[in-house]
Structures are given as structure tokens and as C-alpha cells.
């Protein structure tokens, strides 16, 4: 695999060496912690970034497949189309706002404003999120397999939120539902695929009290 050093180097030439390189195969970037935008707007490839990335990263993704050894920073995956992010650590405020498609894995925990305003994704996390996640969701798939804070699913308009631990508060217009097998059999799909050992038998469903929100 080839290795971008993006020690020193400014984002716009660190994007252009993964753009070039990106037909030769998948390409690893490291020391790429301080860059803002990493692998934006990409459509196709694979990037592997080795360590922490900075924010943004992934931002208006459109059919990469990106992974991250460590940490993100905040908005990883803003706006994403489609493709795949995957963070092996945690990610920090506000992974998976305004997606239209795609999935965003996160094996470690996840800040606050997750998935706020999902428009279509799949937003996986392994283990804990904060306060306000699903907020104003439109539609896809939030997927907690730890707990979550305070006004969880927060003005919830459409789309499924499944969670296997706990929360704190639900928010406005969210209430829970019966977990079916089509429900189930998603979940087990998603743990499967993504290499998490969660049950998908012990989560509750939680979805829309109204299309309408604003008026109940």
C-alpha cells in the first residue's frame, strides 16, 4: 500500500497526491491529524488514514471508502452521499450530520449532534453518543449499540433509531416502538458486516411520534 507522508504538507496537496493516486489501489496517509478535510468529496478508492484525523474528514464523501486507525475530529462525514467511513476510535462532535447516504461506523464512542439531520445513512456507533444524536433525522438509520445523553432522537421527524443500551432523556417527538424481525434481521446485518458483537434481540426501536414535530 502506498504511504502519503502529511507531515508539513497543507490539505490541498495532501488531497491532490490521494486524487492522483487513488488508481493504483488503496493509500495510506499518516500524520494527518492537523489537516481539515481530508478525502473531501472523494467518489471512488480506498484510504486508510493511520493515526487521528482532523475535522471534516470525509466531508461530501461520494463513493470512497474510508478508514481511520484512531480518533476523528468533529463533522466527520458531513454531508456524506454515499461510500463507507469507518472510525476504529472515537469521533467527536457531530459525525454523520446532514448524510444523504452512505454508512458511518464508529467502534468507539461518539460526540454530540450525531447523526443530526440524517437524511439517509446508516450511522453505526459500537459504543456510547451524547446528548441531542438523531436530531431532526429525515430519514435512515441510527444505530447505538452503547447508551446515549440527554433528548435522544431530539424532534425526531422520519427514519429508525436502535439503541442497546440506555438514555439519559428522549427528545421531542420520539417514542419507542416494537422491535420486529425486519428490524432484527437489519441490525444482525449491519453487526455482521462491520465485525460487532452486539445482540440485535436487546435493542429498542425508537422512531417518530408525528411526521410533524413542530405542531405536536
Keep these: 500500500m502506498k504511504t502519503i507522508d502529511a507531515k508539513s504538507?497543507?490539505?490541498?496537496?495532501?488531497?491532490?497526491?490521494?486524487r492522483e493516486g487513488l488508481n493504483g489501489g488503496p493509500l495510506e496517509v499518516k500524520n494527518a491529524n492537523h489537516l481539515h478535510g481530508l478525502a473531501a468529496g472523494f467518489k471512488r478508492g480506498?484510504?486508510?488514514?493511520?493515526?487521528?484525523?482532523g475535522d471534516y474528514l470525509g466531508v461530501l464523501n461520494d463513493g470512497a471508502t474510508i478508514r481511520v486507525t484512531k480518533d476523528a475530529g468533529k463533522y466527520a462525514a458531513d454531508n456524506m452521499t454515499d461510500g463507507i467511513l469507518i472510525i476504529e476510535g472515537n469521533a467527536d462532535y457531530g459525525v454523520g450530520q446532514y448524510c444523504y447516504g452512505g454508512t458511518v461506523v464508529v467502534?468507539?464512542?461518539?460526540?454530540d449532534f450525531t447523526a443530526t439531520m440524517n437524511k439517509g445513512a446508516a450511522i453505526i456507533v459500537n459504543g456510547d453518543v451524547g446528548d441531542e444524536a438523531g436530531t431532526y433525522m429525515l430519514a435512515g438509520d441510527l444505530v447505538v449499540v452503547g447508551n446515549a445523553g440527554d433528548n435522544f432522537g431530539n424532534y425526531l421527524i422520519k427514519g429508525d433509531i436502535y439503541i442497546g443500551g440506555d438514555w439519559k432523556s428522549l427528545g421531542h417527538n420520539t417514542q419507542e416502538a416494537k422491535l420486529g424481525s425486519k428490524d432484527i434481521k437489519k441490525l444482525q446485518k449491519y453487526f455482521e458486516t462491520f465485525g460487532l458483537a452486539?445482540?440485535?434481540?436487546?435493542?429498542?426501536?425508537?422512531?417518530?411520534?408525528s411526521e410533524k414535530p413542530f405542531y405536536h
Design 107 to 111: 467502534h468507539g464512542n461518539a460526540g
Design 46 to 53: 480506498e484510504v486508510v488514514v493511520q493515526g487521528n484525523a
Design 9 to 18: 504538507k497543507d490539505l490541498a496537496k495532501v488531497n491532490k497526491a490521494l
Design 198 to 209: 452486539a445482540d440485535p434481540a436487546g435493542f429498542k426501536k425508537l422512531v417518530a411520534a
